[in-house]
């Protein structure tokens, strides 16, 4: 037991080294594995001494059990033949061996029960070194996976100053001010540029500004009876006025019938004073 003892030890003593001067875990952990291993192939080897001391204990019990025999036998030979003195001498030799091989089978029980334990420990070993061998690999990718959150860590903290941030605004800003001052400058080409041709159209659909007057005209016509309703229509008659005033008021409406030139457009105030002097003749 003092092998493993001692193996302890020196295990015990190497992990704290390493684990002092160590920057690198993966590197600590291999290099507490490689230890392991060397100081079982020791401990194997001193197993090993041990059970060749036992073995050799054993084989010098069985020469001496070997020897009791023989010197049994031939004390049964000496007696046979009358020899008191040899059948004496060859007692003696076999109590002697057999004191030797008591105390060889007590040593070498002890030996092998002692070796018994060391196999055990040995086997306990191993076991160890092959168990440290897998925590090693989960530890190695627990400290793999807690370089790569810290190297996230740091990355995201990098990250966490907002220059770049800012920068990227600022340049959105700008292509966002560039494309209103485009879309300003397409505007104003298209304001004092000549119109579409869908501008062309509308101002032909809403046929002028004159076009409703002219309908309101043509109207006011009708209803006093000065020119003919459309078919399917009776004229209307208003109750005053002469064929002259209706006549003259023909020919106003076949001049009137053609837009007015900016010439013919009548000042509001002319307008009163020409509407007044008919009333006045009325």
Same mark, same amino acid.
């Given at each position: ?45 001193? $197993? ?27 004390? $049964?030979?000496? $007696? ?203």
């Amino acid at each position: 037991m003092s092998i493993f003892t001692k193996l302890s030890t020196v295990i015990k003593s190497n992990i704290n080294d390493l684990i002092s001067r160590s920057e690198n875990p993966e590197k600590m952990l291999n290099q507490i594995i490689l230890d392991m291993r060397d100081q079982l192939a020791k401990a194997k080897r001193e $197993v090993a001494a041990a059970i060749a001391d036992e073995r050799k204990l054993r084989a010098s019990l069985d020469a001496e059990d070997k020897e009791v025999r023989q010197w049994e036998h031939r004390a $049964v030979l000496a $007696v046979k033949e009358g020899r008191d003195d040899m059948a004496k001498q060859a007692l003696v030799r076999q109590q002697e061996h057999k004191e030797r091989a008591s105390t060889l089978d007590e040593t070498w029980r002890t030996q092998a029960a002692e070796m018994e334990k060391l196999k055990g420990s040995l086997r306990q070993l191993n076991d160890k070194i092959e168990e440290a061998k897998r925590k090693r690999n989960l530890l190695v990718a627990k400290q793999r996976r807690a370089q790569a959150q810290r190297r996230i860590h740091e990355t995201m903290s990098g990250l966490s100053n907002t220059s770049a941030f800012d920068a990227f605004e600022r340049m959105a800003d700008k292509v966002d001010e560039q494309e209103r001052e485009s879309l300003a400058h397409q505007e104003v080409n298209e304001a004092l540029g000549p119109g579409t041709l869908e501008d062309d159209f509308k101002a032909l659909e809403s046929g002028g500004d004159g076009g409703d007057v002219e309908d309101r005209l043509l109207s006011l016509k009708q209803e006093m009876g000065l020119i003919a309703a459309p078919e399917g229509e009776a004229p209307m008659q208003l109750e005053s006025g002469d064929d002259d005033d209706a006549a003259g008021a023909a020919d106003s409406a076949g001049s009137a019938s053609s837009p007015p030139s900016e010439e013919s457009v009548i000042h509001e105030a002319t307008l009163i004073e020409e509407l007044d002097k008919l009333e006045t003749s009325d």
